[in-house]
């Protein structure tokens, strides 16, 4: 649900004080992946009270000792949670965070120096775009992490970690296929941003980006807004539930008479040129309306990903592809689309996986990353969970650790760490 409300706050440009208020709990470790369109944010909170008198506040009740009797690390209790914002408004991000109880008490520290040493993860262009911005408004500090990296650690993440994550599109009935982690191993990753990339995962850090195309999620929405006036994304995709696409699509039928070409398969239904109706008709712009050109597009978009996505698929004999990026919207349409494309080029043979988490995989493959380098945070301590069985097929199930989902849309997760990490240690100070 908070991710549903955040989506909503994200059309509304005076909405980010309330957004600032509903979110006013505390976070220990946050990244942030800030792409060509969107940002997106992943953060662990316990919601527990910060103090801001000089004194080391009591530990939250979530803080205990790790059982094992390891007394150098903490384990934390709490939520993962996710946020998003256009990059266009980059102020109502900066304004969020400066919200934060991290930055909050940092504010109010009398070391002044104490904010200055905040870095969190951040992956995406722009960590190297606003790495100055940031360090001015807020005086954080920007610790780049790779961003196929990071694509890959969260899509592995999500896939070995998360219940109910990856799932089937097929006729308009979505299916949640649970992966063997131990027979995870090779995918075709497809992240639908801006632009699109296309990489080949063969195991955790080993990854190679075999392919990618300019025609992804910013083409779909910076052409639809030029040609249908759509002052905002979530109404673009609105817009073309209600169009038809043969109005501007050329149609295999309008050039053999209405017959199919049955020698190649071709059907006279099927598309033969994308936005081709037009060059035989005297309209102009105006005289189509929105919603058939919003469909229009987005199909085209879709399709010629999908098609992408097989023939890397094919080029290196992979069987599933899995899609992500913040283009597919969780959609009907998209997801269709993509799916009978794999599904018709491949005949069969490849299936298109689509994730909850679709847009957050870099985000959540740079949090993974505070595990590396000066190893003050452990890997995410995972909490077992009994599958719903309901919606769920099996690809292979296979016993393994996971994560809650808990209502709000949050993960629910244990972080496991150092008793030295340093953006906590920079809270306790105040
Ligand atoms: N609220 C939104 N505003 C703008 N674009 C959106 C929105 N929701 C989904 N999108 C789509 O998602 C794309 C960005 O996806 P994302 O995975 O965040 O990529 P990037 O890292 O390039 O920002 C946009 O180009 C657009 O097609
Ligand atoms: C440059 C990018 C990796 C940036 O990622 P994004 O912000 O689009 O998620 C991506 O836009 C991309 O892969 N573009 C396609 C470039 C190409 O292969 O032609």
């Not at 600032?20 to 662990?44: P, T």
């Not at 919207?329 to 794999?342: F, N, P, W």
């Amino acid at each position: 649900m908070e991710r549903k409300l955040i989506d909503e706050k994200l059309e509304n440009t005076d909405s980010s004080s309330e957004l600032i208020k509903q979110s006013a709990d505390e976070i220990s470790h946050l990244a942030i992946d800030i792409g060509g369109s969107l940002i997106k944010i992943v953060y662990f909170s316990t919601n527990s009270k910060c103090s801001t008198n000089d004194e080391a506040p009591t530990l939250p009740k979530e803080r205990q000792e790790v059982p094992n009797g390891d007394l150098n690390h903490h384990i934390l209790s709490g939520g993962l949670h996710f946020v998003k914002f256009e990059t266009s408004k980059i102020e109502d991000c900066i304004n969020f965070l400066s919200s934060k109880k991290l930055q909050q008490c940092g504010a109010q520290c009398h070391h002044s120096h104490a904010v200055d040493k905040i870095k969190i993860k951040a992956t995406g262009g722009g960590a190297f775009k606003f790495a100055d911005l940031f360090k001015e408004k807020l005086g954080i500090t920007l610790d780049k992490v790779e961003e196929m990296e990071s694509l890959v650690a969260g899509a592995n993440f999500l896939l070995k970690a998360v219940n109910h994550e990856a799932y089937t599109y097929i006729g308009g009935r979505k299916e949640y296929v649970q992966i063997d982690k131990n027979d995870l191993y090779p995918y075709l990753l497809v992240n639908i941003g801006s632009g699109v990339s296309m990489i080949k995962v063969d195991g955790d850090e080993k990854f190679q980006r075999v392919s990618g195309t300019s025609v992804g999620g910013g083409t779909f929405w910076g052409l639809g807004k030029l040609l249908t006036k759509c002052k905002s994304f979530d109404e673009l995709l609105e817009l073309s539930h209600q169009g038809n696409n043969r109005v501007i699509d050329m149609l295999v039928g309008d050039i053999y008479g209405g017959m199919d070409y049955a020698k190649i398969g071709l059907a006279s239904t099927a598309i033969a040129s994308s936005f081709g109706k037009p060059v035989s008709e005297n309209r102009e712009l105006e005289d189509y309306k929105p919603e058939d050109i919003a469909r229009s597009l987005l199909r085209m978009i879709s399709n010629n990903i999908g098609q992408i996505a097989y023939l890397n698929a094919l080029r290196f004999g992979l069987k599933r592809i899995i899609l992500g990026g913040f283009f597919i919207r969780d959609h009907a349409y998209t997801m269709d689309t993509i799916s009978v494309a794999v599904d018709f080029w491949s005949k069969g043979e490849a299936k298109a996986m689509f994730l909850r988490h679709e847009g957050f995989l870099g985000a959540l493959g740079a949090f993974m990353n505070y595990k590396d380098g000066n190893a003050d945070l452990m890997p995410l301590q995972l909490v077992e969970q009994t599958p719903k069985s309901s919606s769920c097929i099996v690809d292979r199930i296979h016993n393994s650790t996971r994560v809650h989902e808990n209502e709000s849309g949050a993960l629910d997760c244990r972080l496991r760490v150092s008793s030295s990490f340093k953006i906590y240690d920079e809270v306790k100070r105040c």
